[in-house]
């Protein structure tokens, strides 16, 4: 994106939106993107705010359908709008924008049996002055209520806000981005595109303060690579975070479509979570816990045991209804075939001349981790023997290397899920068996070999790797063999903490002191605080801030940056700030 790309709003997000949306426990949510815009509420902000489809201000309205007249709707009152609003897979021209009808979002939803037409408004001002686009579109009852507009035919790299209308109820605001034309200028004056990376929000772990600061930062873009929700029974010390009763309480997994729903709609509920969406454009790729720890492919979580896994036939009818359950509550640019455990979700976005971020699954073409381990941990040897082994599938790693051969942006970006840079450990420190997480990419090393090899025969400028799964943060240096530490980097890896999920060691001492001995490519590590990371790109420099939640048991836990990492352009791997 170009030009004030970075400004954000003039004044903080919350005080552009007349009404205060709520936490659980009645309190103003600091953070909030709040109902209305015209200072009215119901059916009196729905009748004048989506009746006008024109004003002053921003591009030429472009007129919409003509839409219908605020109507009640049998089933369809206050609190209709209870997950909020979001956005995703920004392009030049359009965006998705995303909701889903449900009163009771934990309980099934609460929406009669039948489908509801939403009316929708996307506009360039706050206020709704200067609508440029609106329409209607069908919430099916079969898909959970949940409505997908991909709102074509808006000007590129500029700030818009859009809304929401079911009977006579009027959704929060959200504000979303398109992405850079094509053929802008990755050194044009004032360049650049702020991200938030951000992964795993165990909900029964605590609370959601670094959403909150993501909402305060107004980024261009969120890119959440995985674990959006987690697949647990229910325990937890916060009585307020107790997970949702599956179908079958005991198996600590969610296993049918209305388990998944309802696992999402209390995670969708939180107003944290709910701020982040409201404030930027999100783009989303999964891990696991979306379906069942650690699977790979259509294999489950070992057992105990390590043996007793689902047939296959009975796993993919699970992951079929978590994939479905994924779409129905994210703002993504995909086609569902309801029943099928397929869905593709790797996808190429561009921002301008500027970066290329190739999002990947890492999960559904996966072939199964070496040592079949209940726990993931191995000999290193079964990764570096795993000659066969995939996380990507054969057609994936063929389209991201045909993607970095053509590209010819500034940046280009590879996000995905779990940790591409080797990480050996020994237990203890300095004995001679070597052990790592299999799960990770550790455990499909001549996978990580042939990636990492076209990347740097490729010539794609600055490429950086986005993960996240460990629940701890990290920079890397990426090589092609690792044990080789004399070869150049050939890309830098930012490894985000969690959002809220438990790192699984207490202290950090055992993990620094194997990478002293072991992992020198690691430039930085800390486990021990929960958060996210802040970036920057321009042309010259990509700058990396880690941000760290000090308390996960305050809403309001403070949110502070405890160490900046920046590449510099044409210059493989990161230095301190």
């Not at 709707?73 to 956005?87: I, K, R």
């Not at 190739?358 to 199964?368: A, C, G, S």
């Not at 930085?524 to 958060?531: K, L, N, T």
Request: glycine share 10%; with cysteine.
């Amino acid at each position: 994106m170009t030009g004030d790309a970075t400004a954000g709003p003039s004044r903080p997000l919350r005080s552009l939106f007349a009404g205060a949306a709520s936490t659980p426990q009645g309190r103003p949510h600091r953070r909030a993107v709040l109902l209305g815009g015209l200072g009215l509420g119901g059916a009196a902000a729905a009748a004048v705010g989506l009746a006008a489809c024109g004003g002053s201000g921003g591009p030429t309205p472009i007129p919409g359908p003509t839409l219908r007249a605020p109507t009640p709707v049998p089933g369809v009152t206050d609190g209709v709008f209870a997950l909020g609003v979001a956005s995703g897979d920004p392009l030049p021209d359009g965006v998705i924008l995303w909701t889903r009808l449900a009163p009771r979002p934990s309980e099934g939803g609460g929406m009669p049996s039948r489908d509801v037409p939403v009316d929708w408004q996307i506009a360039a001002d706050e206020n709704f002055r200067s609508v440029v686009r609106a329409g209607t579109q069908t919430a099916q009852a079969a898909f959970a209520h949940s409505v997908h507009v991909d709102v074509r035919g808006l000007e590129p790299g500029r700030e818009y806000f859009y809304r929401f209308r079911a009977g006579t109820v009027l959704s929060p605001v959200g504000r979303t981005r398109t992405a850079a034309a094509p053929q802008a200028d990755a050194a044009a004056a004032g360049g650049a595109l702020t991200l938030a990376l951000a992964s795993c929000q165990d909900f029964q772990n605590g609370y959601w303060p670094a959403f909150d600061a993501i909402a305060a930062d107004a980024p261009d873009l969120v890119v959440h690579v995985g674990d959006y929700i987690y697949e647990y029974d229910p325990d937890s010390r916060f009585p307020d975070r107790v997970h949702t009763t599956p179908q079958q309480p005991g198996l600590d997994q969610l296993q049918t479509l209305a388990d998944y729903r309802n696992r999402y709609g209390q995670y969708k509920a939180d107003p944290a979570l709910q701020a982040a969406h409201h404030a930027a454009p999100w783009v989303v790729t999964w891990d696991d816990h979306e379906v069942e720890n650690n699977y790979a492919g259509l294999v489950d979580e070992a057992g105990d045991s390590g043996d007793r896994h689902q047939d296959p036939a009975v796993f993919a009818r699970q992951r079929a209804a978590a994939y479905q359950a994924y779409y129905e509550h994210m703002p993504i640019r995909v086609e569902l075939n309801p029943g099928s455990p397929d869905l593709r979700i790797y996808r190429r976005l561009a921002f301008g001349g500027l970066l290329t971020l190739n999002v990947m699954d890492t999960r559904q073409y996966r072939t199964p981790v070496p040592g079949n381990s209940p726990e993931a941990v191995g000999p290193a040897a079964l990764g570096a023997g795993n000659i066969g082994g995939t996380m990507a599938g054969a057609a994936q790693e063929r389209w991201l290397r045909a993607g970095l051969d053509a590209s010819r942006t500034r940046w280009n970006v590879i996000a995905q899920q779990t940790m591409m840079a080797q990480l050996d450990g020994q237990l203890p420190v300095g004995s001679g068996s070597m052990l790592t997480n299999l799960d990770q990419n550790d455990g499909y090393r001549p996978y990580r070999r042939r990636l990492l090899s076209g990347v740097r025969d490729s010539r794609a400028r600055n490429p950086v790797v986005l993960s996240g799964d460990l629940h701890c943060a990290w920079v890397n240096d990426l090589r092609v063999d690792f044990d080789r530490p004399e070869t150049p980097a050939v890309a830098t890896e930012f490894v985000c903490t969690s959002i809220s999920s438990a790192f699984f060691l207490i202290n950090d001492d055992f993990v620094r002191e194997n990478n002293a001995r072991l992992n020198p490519h690691v430039r930085y590590f800390r486990g021990d605080r929960r958060g996210y990371t802040r970036i920057r790109v321009t042309p010259t420099e990509w700058r990396a801030d880690m941000r760290v939640v000090a308390d996960l048991s305050r809403r309001d836990s403070p949110v502070t940056t405890d160490a900046t990492w920046v590449v510099e352009d044409g210059v493989p791997g990161a230095r301190p700030a």
